[in-house]
């Protein structure tokens, strides 16, 4: 499933949001393996889709698509060169899928600011700064393991050299290396440097409570949004901003889902800093949801858009994948609206799709497949 790792200064609210998010969305003894290490944590993905199916259905289990969460702590001015937790950082966050910049928006004297006063534009520069020097001595490293080869004809090896012949320039004037467009062989060449400033970024803009029904009131954050704009230029990767107000989601985390859905009216608001959050990562990575459902399990699946049907199979077990005859597919709305899988089928909503359909972001699935 999805990673993502939450990165951002000292003192900014990283460690108040994650412990709000993972309280929030785990069912912490169902992912025993993250408890071996507190700064990772499983969250389930809220969908309502699973509660209508569950309604429909019965099934013994409901299943939720999961996200991870990690709290990269240790970013500070002068990471790259060894200052506060180091390079140990670097190793947490080459890992993950996406990264959620968490910036303080919030004015409060009793919160100290590691920099001395609150400018979030300031601070996400200072902390894009280190992962920028970190991908320009990785690149680096890399050019220099490849340059002989690269002239003495071995392919690959002149990929890399091109490749971070460009990186070296954009990263040497202080621009993410998502900011340089590169297509065929280069494009697969620059995935396999792992480069962190490549990772699709979101800022979690940390708020205080009374901007959250209207965040744009906030000065910071309109700075922030404007920031945000600005970084997307370049290859048109897009820079999303998300407002949260990490006490808020402290104390959502602590109410059961009914107090919770109740809590968010009264505050004005349609959902959670975590929906939000997951929802933009889904949207920063091009990630799509099908469904099964059936007697056993009603159950969400994560896959990115564009992946067709045996390779969607392959998610639940490569024998399905393997084996794939076809898939028999409705629209979740169609299902829902028919009232039952019966009546879909006899509104002939229900289509038996072949090897090269494109999986659809909603799909109830059944694939039949050869053992
Ligand atoms: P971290 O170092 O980035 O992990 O920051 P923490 O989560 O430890 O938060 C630093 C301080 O800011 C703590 O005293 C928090 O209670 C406070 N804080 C975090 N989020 C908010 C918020 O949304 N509003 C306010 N007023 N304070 C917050």
């Known amino acids: 499933g999805l990673s993502i790792g939450i990165v951002g200064l000292p003192n900014v609210g990283k460690s108040t949001l994650f412990n709000a998010l993972t309280r929030a969305g785990a069912a912490a003894a169902n ?3 993250c408890t071996i290490d507190p700064n990772v944590g499983v969250v389930e993905v809220p969908d309502p889709r699973l509660d209508a199916l569950a309604r429909l259905y019965h ?3 409901v299943t939720p698509a999961v996200v991870t969460f990690v709290d990269i702590a240790g970013l500070v001015r002068g990471a790259s060169k060894g200052e506060g937790l180091g390079n140990q950082f670097l190793h947490h966050i ?3 899928d996406a990264i ?3 910036v303080r928006c919030f004015e409060n004297p009793d919160v100290t600011h590691v920099e001395g006063s609150v400018d979030p534009v300031r601070d996400a520069e200072t902390v894009e700064l280190e992962l920028v020097l970190a991908d320009l001595e990785s ?3 890399q050019y220099d393991r490849n340059v002989k080869a690269a002239r003495s004809g071995d392919k690959q090896a002149a990929s890399v050299v091109r490749v971070a012949e460009r990186l070296l320039e954009a990263l040497g004037q202080g621009q993410p290396a998502r900011s340089v467009a590169f297509e065929g062989d280069d494009l697969r060449t620059v995935h396999h440097m792992h480069l962190l400033t490549r ?3 979101m800022y979690v803009a940390n708020i205080a409570e009374a901007d959250l029904q209207d965040p744009d009131a906030n000065p910071h954050y309109r700075r922030l949004k404007e920031y945000a704009a600005r970084q997307a230029g370049g290859a048109g990767a897009e820079v999303a901003v998300v407002p ?3 006490q808020i989601e402290a104390e959502l985390a602590d109410l059961s889902p009914a107090e919770r859905q109740e809590f968010l009216r009264a505050l004005g608001l349609s959902e959670s800093g975590l929906e939000r959050l997951i929802r933009t990562g889904y949207r920063l990575l091009g990630l799509i949801t099908f469904l099964t459902a059936g007697d056993p399990e009603v159950r969400a699946w994560t896959i990115r858009k564009g992946t067709r049907a045996p390779e969607a199979a392959g998610e639940i077990h490569s024998d399905m994948e393997r084996g794939f005859i076809r898939a028999e597919v409705v629209a979740f709305e169609d299902l829902m609206r028919a009232g ?3 009546a879909a089928r006899e509104k002939g909503l229900v289509r038996l799709e072949g090897r090269d359909y494109v999986m659809q972001d909603g799909d109830v699935v059944h694939f039949r497949f050869n053992v």
Request: net charge positive.
């Open 31 to 33: 992912y025993p393996f």
């Open 59 to 61: 099934p013994r289990k």
């Open 94 to 96: 080459r890992e993950v």
């Open 100 to 102: 959620a910049h968490v």
């Open 139 to 141: 690149v680096q490293r």
């Open 199 to 201: 990772k699709p970024v």
């Open 244 to 246: 949260v107000c990490a």
């Open 340 to 342: 039952s899988l019966a």
